[in-house]
């Protein structure tokens, strides 16, 4: 499904904002126009996908991924990210 580009307010002035996570200020973006499906992609679809590509996730890139907290009971805290 194609969607059109466009201008937007992106951002917070929350007080639980993270300026360095690109939470706040609310600025003014800019976006591309782009592509998107309609539905979630299947296991198979980003199998195809990587396979035709070659692409790797950041995970792969990283060697390791961040889990978001509150889906985790006790888990640990990081100090530059609390939250993941």
Known sequence: M?????TFLM????????PGDGEGPVREVD??????????????RFAAFVAATGHRTD???FGWSY??????????????TPWW
């Open 2 to 6: 194609p969607l059109p580009g466009g």
């Open 11 to 18: 951002g917070s002035e929350d007080d639980d904002v993270n």
């Open 31 to 44: 976006v591309d126009a782009f592509t998107i499906d309609a539905h979630c992609v299947t296991n198979e």
């Open 59 to 61: 995970a792969e890139r």
């Open 67 to 80: 889990v978001f907290a509150k889906f985790l009971p006790g888990a640990p805290r990081r100090e530059r």
